[in-house]
């Protein structure tokens, strides 16, 4: 016969290995996901909109090709969006800019310039 405190405690491990296992299951699933390219090109699409959305006029900022987030490939403002290719990863639906300013983008050798006049 058993005693009930170590059934008891066989139980609990059990349940710990199993929340255990099931932890890092979802852990491997979603590491994947986390440092996917339309993750990394949706962070810049809106650190560049809220850039613009602060920005005053006459101030110029730019945004490097080589980045944190990948390489930058192409940079465009249509319709009020932002629209970043990161990684051969084209952008299809922007992240949209609130100004009242004129902003443009010019590209430069290794960076994009973004101007708000």
């Known amino acids: 016969m058993r ?3 170590g059934g008891i405690m066989n139980q609990m491990i059990v349940q ?3 929340v255990g296992l099931i932890l890092a299951i979802f ?3 979603t590491s994947g996901k986390i440092n996917a390219r339309g993750v ?3 962070v810049l699409e809106k650190q560049t909109a809220l ?3 602060s920005a005053v006029p006459g101030m110029d900022f730019e945004i490097a090709r080589q980045n944190l987030n990948g390489v930058v490939q ?3 403002l249509k319709e009020g969006k932002v629209f970043v290719g990161v990684d ?3 952008s299809v639906n922007g992240y949209p800019y609130f100004t009242k300013y004129s902003v443009q983008v010019f590209e430069r050798e290794d ?3 973004v101007s708000v006049r």
Do not use: N, P, Y
Request: glycine share 8%; proline share 0%.
């Open 3 to 5: 005693s009930k405190r």
């Open 74 to 76: 192409s940079m465009e």
């Open 111 to 113: 960076k994009f310039v």
């Open 27 to 29: 852990v491997f699933a």
């Open 51 to 53: 850039l613009i959305d």
């Open 88 to 90: 051969g990863l084209g």
């Open 40 to 42: 990394r090109q949706q």
């Open 16 to 18: 710990i290995i199993l």
